[in-house]
């Protein structure tokens, strides 16, 4: 094996041309190979003495030490080399993510930070918890903690963005009152219409980490005055009998009135609104009374 075939992929080539990972363990099929060739020479010499680890280590391609290392784990565990499952079950330490560092009081606090910003990077969540408790660790272990330790993966996600004017008490009267309108009316037969610019979000471009105790992503609240680079137009329906579910445009200019209104007509005209449907808008300007008359 030639040491500049093994740096193209990342390896290194020992003494005796063998190539391996610097850093990295062996595969559990080398190891018991090492083991068949090792009790293959105990079997030869009858016990008078030790296999020569030079000789093993020559034959496979691998380093002495690492033959040593397979002797001594042979010893160790009744002739048998472990896998790394089995070791790793075996050991007598505790498991988890930041289980070596991280305490039940560590824990909480790095999940009230949390809490406290869905957004925290990792290295606030280091710098905090060394703050309040003096542990130290590294961002990888928040990490693993975050996304290991819960039921849910604490990944980061989109946040869902919550204008700040949906709470008002005039807008929960007004949406009791929508609420009762459409109680009265066939399902089928509404078709909702709107318009968004949909590169808003980009302005608060902050990613949230997902609860990892719930699964539930949270909300940011921001402006509710986006300003976009492309914009969308378009109505929605739950009667399955149209030929498609949600009808759209997706355009470069800002959403007017003569842009929805232009949407409105597409939909008349390829049978998507229909006699007898209800369209359901906001009171937006640009849901002009000249479509209305239109319809």
């Given at each position: 094996?030639?040491?500049?075939?093994?740096?193209?992929?990342?390896?290194?080539?020992?003494?005796?041309?063998?190539?391996?990972?610097?850093?990295?363990?062996?595969?559990?099929?080398?190891?018991?190979?090492?083991?068949?060739?090792?009790?293959?020479?105990?079997?030869?010499?009858?016990?008078?003495?030790?296999?020569?680890?030079?000789?093993?280590?020559?034959k496979l391609k691998v380093s002495p030490p690492f033959v040593?290392?397979?002797?001594?784990?042979?010893?160790?565990?009744?002739?048998?080399?472990?896998?790394?499952?089995?070791?790793?079950?075996?050991?007598?330490?505790?498991?988890?993510?930041?289980?070596?560092?991280?305490?039940?009081?560590?824990?909480?606090?790095?999940?009230?930070?949390?809490?406290?910003?869905?957004?925290?990077?990792?290295?606030?969540?280091?710098?905090?918890?060394?703050?309040?408790?003096?542990?130290?660790v590294s961002k990888s272990t928040i990490a693993a903690f975050?996304?290991?330790?819960?039921?849910?993966?604490?990944?980061?996600?989109?946040?869902?963005?919550?204008?700040?004017?949906?709470?008002?008490?005039?807008?929960?009267?007004?949406?009791?009152?929508?609420?009762?309108?459409?109680?009265?009316?066939?399902?089928?037969?509404?078709?909702?219409?709107?318009?968004?610019?949909?590169?808003?979000?980009?302005?608060?471009?902050?990613?949230?980490?997902?609860?990892?105790?719930?699964?539930?992503?949270?909300?940011?609240?921001?402006?509710?005055?986006?300003?976009?680079?492309?914009?969308?137009?378009?109505?929605?329906?739950?009667?399955?009998?149209?030929?498609?579910?949600?009808?759209?445009?997706?355009?470069?200019?800002?959403?007017?009135?003569?842009?929805?209104?232009?949407?409105?007509?597409?939909?008349?005209?390829?049978?998507?609104?229909?006699?007898?449907?209800?369209?359901?808008?906001?009171?937006?300007?640009?849901?002009?009374?000249?479509?209305?008359?239109?319809?």
């Amino acid at each position: 094996m030639s040491a500049e075939f093994a740096a193209q992929h990342g390896a290194e080539v020992n003494e005796y041309g063998g190539m391996y990972m610097r850093g990295k363990a062996y595969d559990i099929l080398v190891k018991l190979r090492v083991v068949d060739e090792y009790k293959a020479e105990a079997e030869k010499l009858g016990g008078k003495r030790q296999p020569n680890m030079n000789k093993i280590a020559k034959k496979l391609k691998v380093s002495p030490p690492f033959v040593q290392k397979i002797q001594k784990k042979l010893f160790a565990n009744d002739g048998h080399v472990l896998f790394p499952e089995q070791i790793r079950q075996l050991a007598d330490r505790p498991r988890g993510p930041g289980a070596y560092t991280l305490t039940d009081f560590d824990s909480f606090i790095l999940y009230r930070l949390y809490v406290e910003q869905p957004y925290r990077l990792l290295k606030s969540y280091k710098e905090w918890l060394l703050y309040f408790t003096g542990t130290k660790v590294s961002k990888s272990t928040i990490a693993a903690f975050l996304n290991k330790g819960f039921p849910h993966k604490g990944t980061l996600v989109r946040p869902n963005l919550v204008p700040y004017d949906k709470y008002t008490l005039r807008n929960q009267i007004r949406a009791y009152e929508f609420m009762n309108v459409l109680r009265t009316l066939n399902p089928f037969r509404i078709v909702f219409g709107d318009e968004k610019s949909i590169k808003g979000e980009e302005f608060w471009s902050k990613k949230v980490r997902r609860d990892p105790i719930t699964g539930e992503v949270p909300a940011n609240k921001t402006g509710s005055d986006f300003r976009n680079t492309y914009s969308v137009t378009g109505l929605c329906s739950m009667n399955e009998e149209k030929q498609v579910p949600v009808l759209f445009r997706i355009h470069q200019h800002s959403n007017d009135a003569a842009e929805f209104f232009q949407t409105v007509r597409d939909a008349v005209d390829q049978g998507y609104l229909e006699e007898y449907d209800v369209l359901v808008l906001d009171n937006a300007t640009i849901h002009s009374k000249e479509m209305a008359r239109w319809l």
